[in-house]
């Protein structure tokens, strides 16, 4: 979902450095949850208020975080070749499906539950 000079500036950040040797789907995927968790971690044991003022405190770094998934993800869809546009389309289509507006409207039920 990046713009595409960004995207192109991050493939060759990486190319310079000579980093595709490490960059297996399987690795790309690791270090994406690897960053996710990160970004999850500061809330381990937070109240919904505690949660908020985290937010509030920890922006940057969560900022941070979020970068780091978004790289990963540009790396790992540009090596899969998955257009990552035309991914989520597809997916909100597909949900659009399982979620009814009457049925999933206010509901946080999975659609196999509606």
């Given at each position: 979902?990046?713009?595409?000079?960004?995207?192109?500036?991050?493939?060759?950040?990486?190319?310079?450095?000579?980093?595709?040797?490490?960059h297996n789907p399987r690795n790309l995927a690791t270090?994406?949850?690897?960053?996710?968790?990160?970004?999850?971690?500061?809330?381990?044991?937070?109240?919904?208020?505690?949660?908020?003022?985290i937010v509030q405190a920890r922006r940057g770094e969560?900022?941070?975080?979020?970068?780091?998934?978004?790289?990963?993800?540009?790396?790992?869809?540009?090596?899969?070749?998955?257009?990552?546009?035309?991914?989520?389309?597809?997916k909100i289509q597909a949900n659009a499906k399982k979620?009814?507006?009457?049925?999933?409207?206010?509901?946080?039920?999975?659609?196999?539950?509606?």
């Open positions: 979902m990046l713009n595409d000079h960004l995207r192109q500036e991050l493939l060759e950040f990486r190319r310079v450095r000579d980093w595709e040797q490490f270090a994406l949850m690897v960053e996710a968790a990160e970004l999850l971690e500061p809330f381990r044991w937070a109240s919904e208020g505690q949660a908020r003022e969560m900022a941070d975080e979020l970068a780091d998934i978004a790289i990963l993800m540009t790396y790992l869809t540009h090596d899969l070749g998955i257009d990552l546009n035309a991914a989520v389309a597809s979620y009814p507006v009457d049925k999933a409207r206010g509901s946080n039920k999975k659609y196999t539950e509606l």
